[in-house]
């Protein structure tokens, strides 16, 4: 496996915790900024720690691709923003037109702020949206209103349509409480009207232990039902290929040229590097979790420093992605899964092949037949809308056929 060429950041704080999220996150308050008052001595302190890890990571070559998220980024100023890039300009450096991208929440930054990220490296914005709805926006825990929402978004393709920036996007919410078709159709609009070349559009999924778990529970949660979520699913396909938005993965549309290179690489199964509390890297092919709680990744970061890195994080023990977990991700998406890719990856013969192939689709009849999966020769891949907005089915069943197969035919040779 090469080495990696993408790294991800995770920043762990935000200024309160939005009533879906489970991210590992540690609310600072709504007046938290990075510089200074509520707030800034944790993110120092933080950064502090975050700084150490990149420096004590085996050097790499230049990286393709950097992601910084979390949480919410942009309670970083400017300046710790450029302190972050300088580290890992030390460690890998970037190539030449490198994507660059900052998680932005709105009310978080301001438009000088906005110039000055860019100033310090930053060449692509993701601006979490979520809603255009001052209600919905209250009733999901979010901090931001639309009036900051809307002021966000001309501050930002102001700078897209100067030249200043080469890409951003929004993210929303689909299938939210009391989410209705047309209110949900008003949404789209607003969003296409922002001239944002990319959208993320993710299904609302409620996770245990969040307000929203506890508020289901109690039966306070007026969620779409089945149909009027897969009416609004259907609705998000059309409207955004209607405006020229390309469905390039299951969440996530793009206007040409502006499909994310980051997300590629995860779906691809090409690995990258991860740093800060929570965050998983993938440099070889294993996966190496970090601790989710500020204590726990202190503890885990002195481990690092004191006993040498996690084997993971060692060129000599690479090993391949496992391959249902490069399955998984690849059918999210467009282009799908190459069959004979797979069965090369597995050392499997032309007999293998056959047989192994046919025990899937005799798992997917059902789904092939009602036009959810598409064959184009081996290549494998969901239809859109229909398919992707079924995808878990086909997902757990693919996931079963993978469990089904001989051990021996599962089980990789080391690259
Ligand atoms: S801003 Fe994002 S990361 Fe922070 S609590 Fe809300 S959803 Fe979670």
Redesign the pocket.
Known sequence: MNSPRSAYIHIPF?????F??D?P?V?LGDKARGDYGPGSSSIKSYLKLLFKEIEITPEGPPLATLYIG???PSLLTPDQIFELLSHLKKNFGFQHGAEISLEI?PASFNQKDLLEYLSAGINRLSL?A?SFDNEVLKKI???HTFTQLKESCDWISQIFKEGKLVSWSLDLIQNLPDQKIESWKNQLQQAIDTFAPHLSVYDLSIEDGTVFDWKLRRGELNLPNHDTAADISRMTSRILKEAGFSRYEISNFALPGHASRHNRVYWSGAGWWGFGQGATSCPWGTRLNRPRRSSEYINWLKKQEKQGLDASLLFKNRAPIEMDELLLTGLRRREGVDFQELANNCGWDKQQKTIFLNQLINRWEKFIKEGLIRFRGERFCLSDPEGMDLSNQILVEMILWWDSLPKDAVALPNP
């Open positions: 935000c200024h309160r915790r939005c879906y999220c991210f996150v609310p979390g949480g919410t929440d979490g979520q825990g979010r901090r």
